[in-house]
């Protein structure tokens, strides 16, 4: 098996709202990545959990808040967004996160901010 | 730093064209390459990889070898069908380093 899924598929939230992404994988991996892509654009670094601890922060705002509660688990807990995030949102993993780690990526959350 | 430049899209091809997206970097040490490709309103799926110079990552008809002296990893294929129009991102990963770095995407299309 070498899924990784993403729920919600869509996302439409207001401004104001309290959401959160979720990503799972069940490969035993243990490094787990948020991405973010604007359209017609490459994904761009989010966040690196490596062992379930938050080992990359690419200086994201704070209005983004990752969790790794477990191996198989990476959430992206957000709150009072700007129009400007709205964009496709992904998750991936790799076996350990060494260099030659291919990274499995799900199909992304799709999120709007009105 | 350590970045990607792929050719600048969008490409069009009629089926059975033959297929060339370069693609170079900048990195220190001997980084890994990555070919990956995403369809309309899907993920990245990998396609090939390739981990150390002059090795060869092959997958579904398409080929990339990775380069030392150029620094490349051009992706080729002998024969483009429609189904493989979509976007083909190259990627760099460092040793010791969790970062993948992509390259801007190049858009295929592949008319019939």
């Known amino acids: 098996d070498t899924e990784v899924t993403q729920t919600p598929k869509h996302l439409v939230m207001g401004m104001t709202n309290k959401k959160s992404l979720k990503c799972e994988q069940h490969?035993?991996?243990?490094?787990m990545y948020w991405y973010k892509q604007k359209a017609k654009k490459p994904p761009e670094l989010m966040f690196v959990y490596s062992y379930e601890k938050l080992s990359i922060n690419e200086s994201v705002p704070s209005r983004f808040s990752p969790e790794c509660p477990n191996s198989s688990l990476l959430n992206l807990h957000l709150h009072a967004l700007q129009p400007e995030d709205s964009a496709l949102y992904l998750c991936?993993?790799?076996?350990?996160?060494?260099?030659?780690?291919?990274?499995?990526f799900g199909p992304g959350t799709r999120l709007t901010v009105l | 730093g350590n970045s990607v430049t792929q050719m600048e899209g969008p490409v069009t091809l009629s089926e059975e064209a033959f297929l060339t997206i370069n693609c170079t970097y900048t990195a220190t040490g001997y980084p890994s390459l990555f070919w990956y490709v995403q369809y309309p309103g899907e993920g990245l799926q990998l396609l090939l990889k390739?981990?150390?110079?002059?090795d060869k990552g092959s997958n579904k008809g398409f080929e990339a070898t990775y380069r030392k002296e150029t620094t490349s990893f051009h992706l080729e294929k002998g024969s483009v069908q429609v189904s493989d129009s979509a976007v083909y991102f190259c990627a760099l990963k460092r040793q010791n380093n969790n970062d993948m770095r992509f390259g801007a995407g190049t858009r295929l299309t592949v008319k019939p």
């Open positions: 390739a981990t150390k110079a002059d």
């Open positions: 991936a993993s790799s076996v350990t996160g060494g260099a030659t780690d291919t990274q499995y």
């Open positions: 490969m035993g991996h243990r490094a």
